[in-house]
């Protein structure tokens, strides 16, 4: 929903093409075994200078779009690596994905990263390809040299050789549970390249120290490979609870909070350690969002540790967790700074789920439904991204990666290719996390039902990719930020940023829409936009108004919006909405000159081209037209003309209001009645005309009423209204 999307985009669409004609010619050589085995020495020449001109490319600025192909989805593997028969460079054939088998094989150069991590590698009969890994941990997070440096040794289960574009071939592994790094002593290494352990290195000591040096030097995960060798070496208890609460600490820094906590758990107690374990507890439950059972360690710690001063601030931030998890209480401003001054926008706060819960939806499959009734402008959820791709558009050295899927004929601008590989990773190191994200709506796709094989978790990528591509969300930093920097309206604006937040993927799709969403940072928040009953579904629109919009965005997820709105835009006749276009077009293209009444007959015309009255059928199109009429009479200094637009634009969306006319002369200010609310798209910006107004006209009672009413549409629409007063 609101992603950039490429799929128009003159640029993309001749890649789209290209990409489409490599896919069909690499097609054609399926099942072919390749014409022509590269010798090592050209293999090693040809990458060494591939890789020095796509560095030379990137440093001089040459790139602002990194390309990412997704391969014509296969599932990983599900077999038990015993079970798999070895296989050898020679024997594999092109465009197939040999299930059953596995290939050993040892990196003979230094790796490259670029949208994926490339290397060449070689089998034990010298044979040469190379190989290129997706949705790996980024470089910051494990180098490529320490993950397939110079001389790694892997096992590769359903090697995938694939024709490149540039007509060269190479295996392609994209899901992460497909390949298995060996210890070069691991007897699964061919004798020719193993190394054999003095009898020095075959104890938990020798491991644990090399896994604290790798700690010191920041190598989280290489540290864990280590511990975990250490105890493979029959530990004393003494060894075992200090290698489990280092391994637990090398977790905790790499975001495993639920190996961080099992390594807690099962470590012997011993007095020394208690406090460092209880510590590490803390913060697996932190990272795991269980805030209420981390206070319990955490007053724990403080009864027991009392001269640990920093446990008590610790446990009031967890405090505030909890009132935010519970009860949706929000230091809003605080979020606001804090998505305004980091860097990637990840803030620490917690998730809020509010009165709503999944239900079935009838034809529409699952939706989320409130569990009480709500009042307008009310917190129904607060959510962190599982996973959230920033792509910092205020950088101008960052490169945009265009993710293309000529399989499915989608070209995406932005976050969508990092947001893969953050959703394989994270559930990867969190397997028990699975279950939010493989059940969200995936379409056909026929998903694997293993998640574990040799204790390893199985992570389908291109689950995850179909998931991503129905579920994700294009953000803006805040959508207080997006309001208030100069450039089309928040309506109009697509976003490379993206991110995937697992309850709101619940929200089914509607035109007419009662509730909003807003962004900070990393974090949605949803508001209901009218008065709702308890038990009705919530909706909203998946995309921006506009035919073309809404026939791209029918195909993309596969339904007709059957809402008021679209079934009576069928039953209209095409002229008369030829008309309403045309109508819509001309008033778009009207400057700030046209005098307003030309403006008042074009929209007496356009009110001719809708078959049912508003309150029945909200007229989207018409509304904005109606706003800035009323601003143009405010500014010409015509209060009265401008009340009785902005109500009749309200009246566009559906509302219908009592108590807001004009008062007559000598008599009292009504109370303002919302008989039935519609379809907010901003309408603050329109009570704030009508407060303005009134007050021009003395009519402070409706002008403090017109401005309750704007703050909660500003609310529901920005998420929050601590920052109402500065953009009144
Ligand atoms: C983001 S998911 C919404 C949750 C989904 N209904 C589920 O069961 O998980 C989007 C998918 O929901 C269904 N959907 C959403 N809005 C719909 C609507 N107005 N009519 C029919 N199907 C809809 C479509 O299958 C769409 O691809």
Redesign the pocket.
């Known amino acids: 929903?609101d992603i950039d999307d490429g799929s128009d985009m003159p640029e993309f669409i001749e890649t789209l093409q290209r990409q489409k004609e490599n896919l069909r010619r690499a097609q054609a050589q399926k099942g072919k075994k390749p014409e022509f085995m590269i010798p090592r020495f050209l293999l090693v020449a040809q990458f060494r200078h591939q890789n020095m001109a796509q560095q030379q490319k990137y440093s001089n600025g040459q790139c602002h779009f990194k390309t990412s192909f997704l391969p014509a989805a296969y599932p990983p593997s599900t077999e038990s690596l015993d079970k798999l028969k070895k296989v050898m460079i020679k024997d594999l054939c092109l465009e197939l994905h040999h299930e059953g088998t596995f290939l050993v094989v040892r990196s003979i150069t230094p790796p490259n990263r670029l949208t994926g991590i490339l290397t060449a590698i070689e089998d034990e009969n010298d044979h040469v390809v190379t190989l290129q890994l997706y949705n790996q941990e980024e470089e910051t997070e494990r180098p490529a040299d320490e993950l397939i440096g110079e001389g790694t040794v892997v096992m590769l289960k359903n090697p995938y050789l694939k024709t490149t574009s540039d007509g060269s071939y190479g295996l392609r592994v994209d899901h992460l549970s497909d390949i298995v790094r060996l210890e070069r002593h691991d007897e699964r290494v061919p004798s020719k390249w193993r190394i054999n352990l003095y009898d020095d290195n075959k104890n938990a000591l020798f491991w644990k120290n090399l896994g604290n040096e790798f700690f010191g030097n920041a190598q989280y995960r290489a540290a864990i490979e280590r511990y975990t060798e250490a105890l493979k070496y029959g530990p004393t208890e003494d060894e075992e609870r200090i290698i489990k609460l280092n391994r637990s600490m090398a977790f905790l820094k790499t975001q495993q909070f639920e190996a961080a906590l099992s390594d807690v758990e099962s470590a012997p107690n011993g007095p020394n350690l208690v406090e460092k374990a209880l510590d590490r507890k803390a913060q697996a439950l932190y990272g795991l969002g269980k805030y209420r059972e981390c206070s319990l360690v955490l007053k724990e710690m403080s009864q027991k540790f009392a001269g640990n001063t920093s446990v008590h601030q610790r446990l009031a931030h967890t405090i505030d967790r909890i009132k935010e998890q519970e009860r949706g209480l929000y230091d809003f401003a605080g979020m606001q700074r804090d998505a305004s001054a980091k860097r990637p926008p990840h803030l620490d706060f917690a998730t809020y789920v509010g009165p709503v819960e999944?239900r079935p939806?009838g034809?529409?499959?699952?939706?989320?439904f409130t569990t009480k009734a709500v009042k307008a402008g009310e917190l129904l959820l607060c959510e962190k991204a599982f996973a959230h791709a920033f792509v910092d558009t205020d950088n101008e050295k960052q490169d945009l990666t265009v993710l293309i899927d000529a399989e499915r004929d989608l070209i995406t601008v932005g976050g969508q290719t990092e947001l893969i590989r953050l959703v394989a990773q994270k559930l990867y190191h969190n397997p028990s996390m699975a279950g939010t994200i493989t059940?969200?709506?995936h379409?056909s796709y026929q998903a694997v039902n293993v998640s574990e094989v040799d204790g390893i978790p199985i992570v389908d990528t291109f689950l995850i990719s179909r998931i991503i591509g129905?579920?994700c969300f294009g953000c803006p930093l805040s959508t207080l930020d997006s309001m208030t920097r100069a450039g089309p309206s928040i309506d109009e604006k697509v976003h490379h940023s993206c991110g995937l937040w697992p309850m709101a993927?619940?929200?089914?799709?509607?035109c007419d829409q009662n509730i909003a969403r807003a962004f900070i940072g990393d974090f949605m928040v949803v508001r209901a936009t009218r008065d709702i009953d308890s038990g009705s579904e919530l909706?909203w629109r998946?995309y921006q108004t506009g035919q073309d919009n809404k026939k791209r965005a029918d195909k993309?997820?596969?339904?007709?919006?059957?809402?008021v709105i679209c079934t009576d835009d069928q039953a209209t006749s095409s002229k008369m909405l030829a008309e309403r276009r045309r109508l819509v077009k001309t008033l778009l293209a009207q400057g700030s000159a046209v005098r307003p009444g030309k403006i008042e007959s074009m929209l007496a015309k356009m009110k001719l081209t809708y078959r049912k009255p508003a309150s029945e059928v909200p007229r989207m199109n018409i509304y904005n037209f109606q706003v800035r009429l009323a601003i143009r009479y405010l500014e010409n200094n015509q209060p009265d003309k401008a009340v009785e637009r902005g109500l009749e634009a309200l009246g566009s969306l559906g509302f219908v209001i009592e108590g807001a006319a004009m008062p007559k002369p000598g008599t009292s200010n009504g109370t303002i009645l919302i008989k039935q609310w519609g379809v907010d798209c901003d309408i603050f910006k329109c009570w704030r005309v009508l407060s303005n107004a009134y007050g021009m006209l003395g009519a402070f009672g409706l002008e403090s009423q017109a401005e309750h009413f704007g703050k909660i549409s500003y609310k529901a629409c920005m998420g929050e209204d601590s920052s109402f007063d500065s953009h009144k």
């Open positions: 929903m999944v939806s034809s529409k499959g699952r939706g989320l059940g969200l709506h379409g129905l579920n993927s619940y929200i089914n799709h509607s909706k998946y993309h997820w596969g339904f007709q919006c059957d809402c």
